[in-house]
């Protein structure tokens, strides 16, 4: 796991946005895993900045969503296919016909899920993951005492995520539905890059775990421990709770160029 605090939330985007952008350098089609929430939005403004400036095309990619609300309409502003569409899409040259979501609206959520699952599968899996984590340590919405074997699958969401998440309701949490479709942890770890970004003081009780505590349901997204590939973009709030925080601005600065992302 590569640890790296940057001077702020937009540093942290435009380095995920680097990776991004090296991965479709040797593979134009490469498939990209898009997570929702605040921490990745700096990452869709800067690849929006690219792709407008010609730097950077996304046209041969594809793109799979890491969850979806249950019971959202399909016009809902926060159904998380709309909000990928508005942050990500609209911004970028990516084909929308090839950008996938869950179908949080489906009559059978688990054959939804089984049928999310061979869809990533038929796509030859995700190459590069984007992610955030939640204030108790999970991940997509794998909440505490989720399986770490986890496959894409309907869950009910925590009391505690439900407030997190009221700020993108107007406040009001009962206006947060209390199920959705997510991918599995398991799912997630069976992509070849993971990018998580964490920033501001309330996410970094959770870093702390993530990053230097036992491996444990409790806490979902410490099982990226055990990912060969992991990189964990912060802030200087989001990295306050670190006991190595100064071994992991050192590994960075004597990083050698040739490791790359």
Same mark, same amino acid.
């Given at each position: ?90 911004? /970028?040259?990516? @084909?929308? !016909? =090839?950008?996938? %979501?869950? #179908?949080?609206? *489906? ?53 505690? /995520?439900?407030? @997190?998440? !009221? =700020?993108?309701? %107007?406040? #009001?949490?009962? *206006? ?86």
């Amino acid at each position: 796991m590569e640890v790296v605090i940057c001077a702020d939330g937009a540093q942290a985007g435009s380095r995920a946005a680097d990776a991004v952008a090296a991965l479709l350098r040797t593979t134009p089609d490469a498939v990209l895993g898009v997570a929702t929430g605040s921490s990745p939005l700096t990452v869709y403004a800067e690849l929006g900045r690219r792709v407008a400036a010609g730097d950077l095309t996304l046209a041969g990619a594809t793109a799979f969503l890491l969850d979806e609300y249950v019971g959202l309409t399909a016009d809902h502003p926060e159904r998380y296919r709309n909000v990928i569409e508005r942050e990500f899409v609209s911004r /970028t040259d990516i @084909d929308p !016909a =090839r950008v996938h %979501g869950p #179908d949080g609206l *489906a009559e059978n959520l688990a054959d939804a899920g089984t049928a999310y699952e061979a869809q990533i599968s038929a796509a030859g899996g995700v190459d590069l993951q984007l992610l955030g984590i939640g204030t108790d340590g999970h991940i997509a919405f794998n909440e505490p005492g989720s399986s770490l074997a986890s496959r894409t699958r309907i869950k009910t969401l925590t009391r505690q /995520t439900r407030q @997190d998440n !009221a =700020r993108f309701f %107007g406040g #009001d949490v009962e *206006a947060v539905p209390t199920h959705c479709l997510t991918q599995g942890v398991g799912t997630i770890m069976a992509a070849r890059h993971l990018v998580l970004l964490a920033t501001g003081r309330a996410k970094a009780e959770a870093v702390h775990h993530l990053v230097e505590g036992p491996i444990s349901a409790m806490w979902p997204a410490t099982i990226l421990q055990l990912h060969p590939h992991v990189t964990v973009l912060l802030d200087p709030p989001a990295a306050a709770r670190l006991q190595l925080a100064s071994y992991f601005t050192e590994t960075f600065a004597a990083k050698p160029d040739w490791q790359g992302y």
